[in-house]
């Protein structure tokens, strides 16, 4: 486990009603640099990320965020104080224009020009401004919702597969943008394409069933000759 | 509940990823089904003993006013079919109880024929025909009709019939059609009473047990699909409007019978007997009840209409205000309707993949 | 309490249902008023044929389905010997089958309405269409003017009312201008308002009714009807509505009823009656005729003579006595049952309304007849 | 000519009448995604709130100004207390706020006795021009129902709450991950549903007088003109009320009134059925 | 004569027109994959010949027929099935009832009625759930399922409509590298007697299991062909530097 912790996860238990879905996670996140959670379908990545943000109640466990204990805080707190969030799924207002969307995103932003600066990186969603965002393409969507994400200004930034259904080329730009914005903040990934993910964290780890089964630095994990093992089906 | 959860899909859906994209799947499922224990049977075996032995034990005129609330019952189930199993928000369910109501007192009144093969079987077609009008309006066409636009539309048609039957002199107008004769079988007057009540609970059994019949074939798994996402199953190769169409119909043809036993139970028929007030009354019903499960909707029925009759008699003046604040608790604490108390959600849902010994036995 | 020659037998049941609840619950609770009042009275003066009275109420809500179910209790239930009650038409409509034929029981109505009842063993006590509008049309011909206008409610009363109302006018040399029916909860009356502005009509003789006719008022009294002389009748007006409007709205109003708070100046049977319901009913629920109070009293002192007469309480001896039964006090005046018809002759009053009261402009010389059956 | 310049001004005004009644069940309509059944009773409130202070001998103008306030704060603590539950099924919200309606009406009931009680106009009588009468306070209902659609438009389109409103109302998780606070935003837009049904009530209640049922009268013509304008923005139900209102207003001028009732409402559906998405396809605001 | 036939097809929406001419042949069984960048038009193309959307203009042809304006469940009957890039699975029914769903869709309606094909479908079913791993879940409700585990179940329910023409937009979306590889083995049977064209990303996989490639961009083909002569295609590459 990294030594300096700015988010703190410990003996973390969650679940949907009563079906228990993550054991005993402990994980700590660094100040800044990249954090990569991998697991196979259903491993609990996506219910990991719900239980930091808050969307889901931990049943058992401790959350420090910044020094400070947030496990009983409510979702728009955790996010005020500077978490922000990609979803996997429905990550966008759908029937907000992709405009509002933005706006949404920059609702705590003071900086005017934030949202230009979004659309430079993502080009695409500036010739789209006045549509439903739920009529956007599928790579169109997370680059909304990451765009979204960013304008939040987060001191911590979870991504939820975020690359999912976005073009080749597209991807490359995000992770330079990721790898860039790491130096400045804290990221923690989930991600399928393992390159990228692995490029970007310096520190990852896998789940397995609800628990984690490896962890270690980028490296190390990449070179496990278990990893693979638990990311077949 | 998904009925409703696709309500508001429809209210908001402006194309199909939009409405695709809908959020909140989140809600907590109970994961596995709670190990194979059945209390649905329970419970409908334990209403129907009750309702056998009922009349052996009430007065007299207890037992005309549980007639009645078994008609009503079996009006209530024509809504839930419609409803709770094929997310068809029939607003206006009274019209086609109302309309074979009127038919069966016009024929009555004006053709003195009151024999039950003749009064039944012509209510029932009045309840198949204008369901199959309306249904045919409002659920067929090149766009699929939202829940919301439907339960409006029937809400406006049983308030337009409503109208009509109070501004129509020949149907009585506001005063409706009193003193209607008995429905007879031969020389037999079928008056109010045992008879009646036991003929209408017949009724309702045999009623009861086709629906149940229906809600469980593979037919029924359409309909659970159907009230979930209607335009996904389109895209399986289901005629999603023409299952809503038949379940609408099959749905008013009951309310149909039911209206032509009211009828005659009660001796006149009234304008309201279409409108919005008994459309209103059905809806709380079955969501007393509990939507979605037949019994549900029985026991909605028994539980309002005996709780009203109770209320009306011992707080006179405030039961209006006791019984409102009673739905909304019930609404409240349990959205599900009373059977959530014993029933459990994936029960409720139904599931069909059954096992493969009942599989065997379903298949002919 | 007296001591009861008779009470081996039991007290005589008398059953009221009457809208407690709902639209017009303030007319039903004022009914309900007046029989525990009447029922009092009698029981304090010995009972009938030596036995006490007891009375049954309940509620028909507005509700005709909840009614015919509540009425099922009076007569299966609690064996009542005679039903009272009912306010609108529909409403008799709906429990007078299972009083009358089902439950093989006397119903008495207490209503004004619209006529053509004639049912075995049911009773009407308020007035006709006849009682109220052969002495009042032209009244208001002479006070108001030739044209009429006939805005109503679209229901059975109105359009059976008009019918007659139409004769009279007629057959008194007046016109009517137009006569247009409404959805019962409509609440706007501009193009109505308009034609009655614009075809100078003199009388607005209205059956339109809450809550339309509160707004209908408003709005013909903003368009200046009453300003340039116009009159407007209304039959089942009576202290209960007068609130509906501010009385400028609704001044020169006339009904025409068999009962108005203001006899109680000159008449001292009616000033005991009043007097003795404000003593023990001080709140809201006035004595009026129009929400049918005036009808429930005559209605159970028509009953209690009958009842005397015939020396049993079977429904056959009653009805039999009850056909020809007479009162020589009760509100308004004395009343009679018109042999063989089973309606009742009364005396008729009209009144206008000023600042908010009402003043009788006229009477009726007798007994006005109810010409119905 | 001077008729059909009254003509033109009763429709209007009924017209106003009932936009002033749909704007807050639209407002609750198109962003909670709930049909509010007891939106009737809101109105019923401000009413019977402005009767209240009348018959305390407070002036009326202070009355119908306190109640939007009372009403929107009833409506707060009930959307705190009862429609939160709804959220998630809105058929069992409509049945819940239909049971809410129940309790109010008839409670108010009791209150008033069933009678129809007269609530007399703060600025009253009529204007003149030549033969011509025009109701002062109609004009004013117009006047300020222009006023409040201009401000209710401003709020929703100038500030950011409008924007969390409808953020929080289409995806609610997401909202709060972007922040927002929704428990908050959910009660202030009951709130102000409410609140504009007081308003409503309040202005009305001098037209109508003051009876139980005077709310629940306008609602199913008020869902109708929610549906005809179009579900999901300010605009569409507006637009939808301002068409139903004149619609019911000037049938009657040129058909008998009892088959212009039922006319209005069959054209609706038929308009709705063809064009499902309403007048006013939502977008923006 | 080949399987499906696109052709011309035009899509407008408002101001945007998604697709300018964009064209799609198929053949029978053969496994066709759709690349492009981001907006380029695959999903409308694809809902535009399984009937999600009506195109603008343009003609599309299956099986000999004239389809471009049949309603997607007339589609369906044909023989297509689709699965949408968003998945849409029926959240409060079990695995099982949403594979059964699929199965029984074919049937008739006395069928259903009285459930006349329910025994012969069960084993089909828990085949099709055992083979995508879901077998121990069959009586959980579709929602309870993680967003891989959803797109596995989709895949499943698309299969099972028994199709002449399956189109899949972005299975593997959220798959893991190995899980993708389980996914193209899964498909490869079906090639007996079925089409596939499959909208993805990632080349690798792509060229695993497709026979033919075509390349969309900005609403137009760029190239079509076999999957050698893609990647040898000038602009294709060209298209693989630019951004968005
Ligand atoms: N709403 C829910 N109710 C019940 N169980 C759920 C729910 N959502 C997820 N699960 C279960 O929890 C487990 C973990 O799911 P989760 O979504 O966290 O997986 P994941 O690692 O994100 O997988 P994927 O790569 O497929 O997105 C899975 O077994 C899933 O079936
Ligand atoms: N209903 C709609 N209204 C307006 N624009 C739309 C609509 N649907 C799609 N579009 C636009 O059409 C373009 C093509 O969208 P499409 O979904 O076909 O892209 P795609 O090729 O599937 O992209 P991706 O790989 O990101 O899924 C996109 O730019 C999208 O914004
Ligand atoms: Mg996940
Ligand atoms: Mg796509």
């Known amino acids: 486990m990294p030594e300096q912790t700015f988010l703190d996860i410990r003996h973390l238990e969650a679940g949907y009603g009563r079906s228990q879905v993550l054991f005993d996670v402990n994980i700590g996140i660094p100040w800044r640099g990249g954090v990569a959670v991998l697991g196979r379908n259903g491993a609990g990545k996506t219910t990991l990320m719900k239980a930091i943000v808050g969307e889901l109640a931990s049943s058992n466990g401790e959350l420090f965020f910044d020094g400070r204990d947030i496990t009983r805080r409510r979702t728009e707190e955790r996010v005020r104080s500077g978490i922000g969030y990609v979803p996997q799924e429905h990550s966008v207002f759908a029937r907000l224009s992709v405009r509002d969307n933005l706006a949404v995103g920059s609702l705590f932003n003071v900086d005017p020009t934030a949202v230009d600066r979004i659309l430079t990186i993502f080009p695409k969603l500036g010739q789209r401004l006045d549509q439903p965002a739920g009529t956007l393409s599928g790579g169109e969507r997370k680059m909304l919702a990451i765009g979204r994400a960013m304008l939040g200004n987060p001191k911590l930034l979870l991504l939820d597969e975020p690359t999912e259904g976005v073009w080749v080329g597209v991807i490359e730009e995000i992770t330079e943008r990721l790898i860039e914005l790491a130096k400045q903040i804290s990221i923690v990934i989930v991600e399928q394409h393992l390159d990228l993910a692995l490029r970007l964290a310096d520190y990852a780890y896998v789940l397995d069933r609800g628990r984690v089964a490896l962890q270690g630095a980028a490296g190390e994990v990449r070179n496990d000759p278990e990893l693979l093992r638990y990311l077949a089906p | ?122 209510g029932t077609l009045i309840g198949l025909t204008t369901s199959l009008l309306l249904g045919g309006f409002l659920l067929l066409g090149r766009h699929p009709s939202s829940v919301i636009f439907v339960a409006l539309g029937t809400l406006t048609g049983s308030y337009a019939a409503d109208r009509l039957a109070r501004g129509w002199y020949y149907l009585g107008g506001q005063n409706g059609i009193p003193s209607i004769p008995s429905m007879s079988l031969g020389s037999y007057d079928i008056t109010e009473g045992p008879v009646y009540y036991y003929f209408a609970l017949g009724t309702l059994v045999v009623v009861y047990l086709l629906c149940r019949f229906l809600v469980r074939s593979q037919f029924g798994l359409a309909l659970a699909g159907l009230r979930e996402n209607e335009q996904r199953i389109a895209f399986f190769g289901y005629k999603a409007q023409h299952l809503k169409a038949i379940v609408f119909a099959v749905g008013g043809t009951i309310a149909g019978l039911a209206g032509s036993l009211y009828a005659f139970h009660e001796g006149f028929v009234w304008p309201n007997m279409v409108g919005v007030v008994i459309s209103t009354q059905v809806v709380l019903y079955v969501l007393f009840g509990g939507s979605g499960t037949l019994i549900g909707a029985v026991i909605g029925t028994v539980i309002i209409e005996g709780v009203s009759f109770w209320l009306s008699d011992n707080y006179r003046d405030i039961w209006p205000i006791l019984l409102g604040v009673l739905l909304l608790l019930v609404i409240l604490f349990r959205p599900l309707g009373l059977i959530s108390y014993v029933l459990g959600e994936r029960e409720r849902v139904g599931s069909f993949g059954a096992g493969p010994k009942e599989k065997r036995n379903a298949a002919p | 309490r007296p001591d009861w020659a008779n009470a081996a037998e039991g007290p005589i049941k008398v059953g009221i249902a009457t809208d407690l609840t709902g639209p017009i619950a303030y007319a039903g609770n004022a009914d309900a008023n007046v029989a525990k009042m009447v029922i009092k009275q009698i029981n304090a003066a010995g009972g009938l044929l030596g036995r006490p009275l007891e009375l049954y109420i309940e509620d028909t809500a507005s509700n005709e389905s909840v009614a015919v179910g509540n009425v099922r209790k009076l007569i299966q239930r609690d064996k009542v010997d005679m039903v009272l009650g009912g306010i609108t038409s529909s409403m008799r409509n709906a429990i007078k089958d299972p009083i009358v034929a089902r439950g093989k029981t006397l119903y008495i109505y207490p209503q004004l309405y619209e006529g053509k009842e004639c049912t075995a063993n049911l009773f009407c006590t308020g007035p006709t269409p006849a009682q109220q509008c052969d002495e009042f049309i032209p009244w208001l011909i002479k006070n108001g003017g030739k044209k009429f206008a006939l805005p109503s409610a679209n229901y059975v009363w109105p359009h059976t009312l008009n019918v007659y109302a139409r004769k009279v006018i007629e057959s008194s040399g007046g016109e009517v201008v137009f006569e247009e029916y409404y959805p019962l909860d409509q609440v706007d009356f501009s193009a109505t308002v308009n034609r009655i502005i614009s075809n100078k009509v003199d009388v607005v003789f209205n059956t339109v009714i809450p809550p339309g006719v509160g707004p209908f008022f408003k709005q013909l009294y903003e368009a200046g009807f009453l300003k340039n002389g116009g009159r407007l009748a209304c039959v089942y007006y009576d202290e209960n509505t007068l609130n509906i409007n501010q009385a400028s709205e609704i001044e020169g109003l006339a009904s025409c009823l068999d009962y108005f708070k203001a006899l109680t100046k000159d008449d001292p049977v009616s000033a005991k009656i009043q007097a003795a319901y404000e003593k023990d009913f001080p709140g809201n629920f006035l004595f009026a005729a129009g929400s049918a109070a005036t009808g429930t009293y005559r209605g159970l002192k028509l009953w209690e003579a009958a009842v005397k007469e015939a020396g049993k309480i079977d429904r056959d001896a009653v009805a039999a006595a009850l056909d020809h039964a007479k009162i020589a006090e009760g509100p308004g005046g004395p009343a009679e049952m018109v042999p063989g018809k089973r309606h009742c002759r009364m005396k008729m009053y009209t009144a206008v309304a000023r600042g908010g009261n009402y003043e009788i402009v006229g009477r009726s010389d007798g007994l006005v007849d109810p010409k119905e059956c | 000519m001077a008729s059909a310049f009254v003509a033109a001004f009763e429709i209007l005004s009924f017209g106003a009448i009932i936009v002033l009644v749909v704007l807050g069940l639209g407002i609750i309509a198109s962003m909670m995604g709930i049909f509010n059944f007891a939106q009737g009773e809101f109105v019923l409130l401000g009413a019977y709130v402005t009767y209240l202070a009348h018959s305390r001998g407070i002036p009326i103008w202070v009355g119908m100004a306190a109640a939007p306030f009372i009403v929107g704060g009833l409506g707060f603590v009930l959307e705190a207390l009862i429609i939160r ?95 927002i606070s929704t428990p908050l935003i959910y009660g202030a837009t009951f709130a102000f549903g409410a609140a504009l049904a007081g308003l409503a009530g309040a202005l009305i209640v001098p037209v109508f007088s003051l009876f139980a049922d005077l709310g629940i009268r306008f609602l199913i013509q008020g869902f109708v003109a929610v549906m005809v304008g179009g579900v999901g923005s300010f605009i569409g139900p507006v637009a939808g009320a301002g068409l139903i209102g004149t619609l019911s207003a000037a049938l009657p001028w040129v058909i008998a009134p009892v088959v212009a009732d039922v006319l209005v409402f069959v054209l609706a559906i038929v308009f709705i059925k063809f064009r499902p998405q309403g007048l006013i396809a939502g977008k923006g605001v | 004569m080949p399987l499906l036939e696109a052709t011309g097809i035009v899509k407008v929406f408002g101001k945007l027109t998604a697709l300018d001419g964009a064209a799609l042949t198929i053949g029978e069984n053969e496994f066709h994959g759709l690349i492009g960048p981001n907006g380029s038009g695959k999903s409308t193309l694809m809902k535009c010949v399984a009937g999600a959307e009506m195109p603008t203009q343009g003609k599309v042809t299956f099986i000999n027929r004239d389809i471009t304006l049949l309603s997607p469940t007339e589609r369906a009957r044909a023989g297509m099935s689709l699965k949408f890039q968003i998945t849409s699975v029926l959240p409060t029914l079990t695995l099982y009832d949403n594979i059964l769903l699929a199965l029984q869709a074919q049937s008739s309606l006395f069928d259903l009625v009285f459930s006349r094909t329910r025994g012969v479908l069960h084993d089909q079913a828990m085949m099709m759930l055992s083979q995508f791993r879901l077998a121990d879940r069959a009586h959980d409700a579709a929602a309870a399922l993680s967003h891989g585990q959803q797109q596995w179940l989709e895949i499943a329910m698309a299969l099972a409509a028994r199709p002449r023409l399956l189109l899949l937009d972005e299975p593997t979306g959220g798959m893991s590298l190995e899980e993708r590889r389980v996914t193209g083995e899964l498909l490869q049977p079906i090639k007996q007697h079925c089409s596939l064209v499959i909208v993805e990303h990632d080349l690798d996989f792509i060229r695993d299991i497709c026979d033919r490639l075509t390349v969309i961009d900005q609403g137009r083909v760029l190239a079509s062909g076999t999957v050698a002569e893609i990647q040898a295609n000038k602009s294709v590459q060209e298209i693989y530097l630019r951004r968005a």
């Open chain 2, 1 to 122: 509940m998904g009925a409703a959860k696709q309500a508001l899909r429809a209210t908001v859906s402006r194309g199909p990823d939009v409405s695709m994209a809908d959020s909140g799947l989140d809600r907590a499922l109970p994961a596995r089904l709670a190990a194979g224990r059945k209390v649905l049977p329970i419970v409908e075996g334990a209403v129907l003993i009750a309702a056998l032995i009922l009349p052996l034990v009430l007065q007299d005129y207890l037992t005309v006013f549980a007639t009645r609330v078994i008609i009503l019952a079996l009006f209530a189930l024509s809504f839930d079919l419609v409803w709770g199993y094929a997310g068809i928000l029939s607003f206006g369910q009274a019209l086609f109880f109302g309309s074979a109501g009127y038919g069966v007192a016009l024929m009555a009144r004006d053709l003195n024929i009151t024999s039950i093969f003749l009064v039944l079987p012509a």
């Open chain 4, 85 to 179: 539950r709804f959220y998630a099924a809105p058929i069992v919200a409509m049945l819940g706020t239909y049971a809410l309606g129940l309790i109010i009406r008839e409670s108010v009931r009791g209150l008033i006795g069933g009678f129809y009680l007269t609530v007399p106009e703060p600025i009253g009588g009529s204007i003149d021009i030549g033969t011509m009468h025009i109701s002062t306070w109609r004009f004013t209902i117009i006047v300020i129902t222009l006023l409040v659609m201009g401000g209710c438009y401003l709020l929703l389109s100038r500030t950011s709450f409008g924007l969390r409103v409808r953020a929080t109302l289409e995806n609610p998780a997401l909202a709060r991950v972007s922040g």
